[in-house]
């Protein structure tokens, strides 16, 4: 399984993105995708997670009621829409399919 993210970029405080993950490989039916990230000098931390089936959600009490993780299971792909950003939430997000992890996407936020 291959996941690849885009979506990231810089932006102001205060403002939305949403980022992208499309998983590609065999036969795609993963237990959960989620996105981590990691920021300058930290270790990486857990910041959502969408249970496949069913459409579960879980989310860090540090992005709670701003961000939203969702997914489109005929197009083996997760979204994390991200708004009212931070500062602190500049980092490089990775995205996560059980033990598949994509190769990241910066996300800058400018005060």
């Known amino acids: 399984v291959q996941l690849v993210e885009s979506g990231g970029g810089l932006v102001q405080a205060g403002g939305s993105l949403r980022l992208s993950c499309a998983a590609s490989g065999r036969t795609f039916s993963p237990y959960h995708m989620g996105w981590f990230r990691q920021a300058p000098g930290k270790e990486r931390e857990f910041v959502a997670v969408?249970?496949?089936?069913?459409?579960?959600?879980y989310y860090a009490n540090s992005v709670k009621g701003r961000f939203t993780i969702s997914r489109d299971n005929a197009k083996n792909t997760v979204y994390l829409q991200m708004n009212s950003l931070k500062p602190e939430d500049t980092a490089v997000y990775y995205c996560n399919a059980d033990e598949a992890w994509g190769q990241g996407t910066l996300v800058t936020v400018s005060s």
């Open positions: 969408i249970r496949w089936s069913g459409g579960t959600t």
